[in-house]
């Protein structure tokens, strides 16, 4: 499955981004997915999981109450609403779906698919 992120760029700290993640197949309807993002010469990080339900959304620390995650299954697409952003959440962002239908931690595991990344960009 291909995993196509958009919505990335360039903004100063308290603005608004929207990311969006689009797959090939029909595929978030019968997985958890989420998001990573990666800063160059750290290790990627987990920021949110979305359970194949719906139900279970978790975000790490540092992001709780800004970010929103979400899927729109008709379009098979994941979303990641970032409001209030701050230059630490500058990284590429990588969304991913999962072999599992739970998440069971803000990052998902048993990745089976990953996106390409899109650039995300915080001035202070």
């Known amino acids: 499955v291909d995993l196509v992120e958009s919505g990335g760029g360039l903004v100063q700290a308290g603005q608004s981004l929207r990311l969006s993640c689009t797959a090939s197949?029909?595929?978030?309807?019968?997985?958890?997915a989420g998001w990573f993002r990666e800063v160059p010469g750290k290790l990627r990080e987990g920021v949110s999981c979305?359970?194949?339900?719906?139900?279970?959304?978790l975000y790490r620390d540092s992001v709780k109450g800004r970010f929103t995650i979400s899927r729109d299954n008709t379009k098979n697409t994941l979303y990641l609403q970032m409001n209030n952003l701050e230059p630490e959440d500058s990284a590429i962002y990588y969304c991913?779906?999962?072999?599992?239908?739970?998440?069971?931690?803000?990052?998902?595991?048993?990745?089976?698919?990953w996106g390409q990344g899109t650039q995300v960009t915080v001035s202070s």
């Open positions: 197949e029909w595929t978030f309807a019968t997985s958890a």
């Open positions: 991913a779906t999962s072999r599992e239908s739970l998440c069971n931690s803000y990052r998902v595991y048993s990745v089976l698919d």
């Open positions: 979305l359970s194949k339900d719906n139900n279970t959304a």
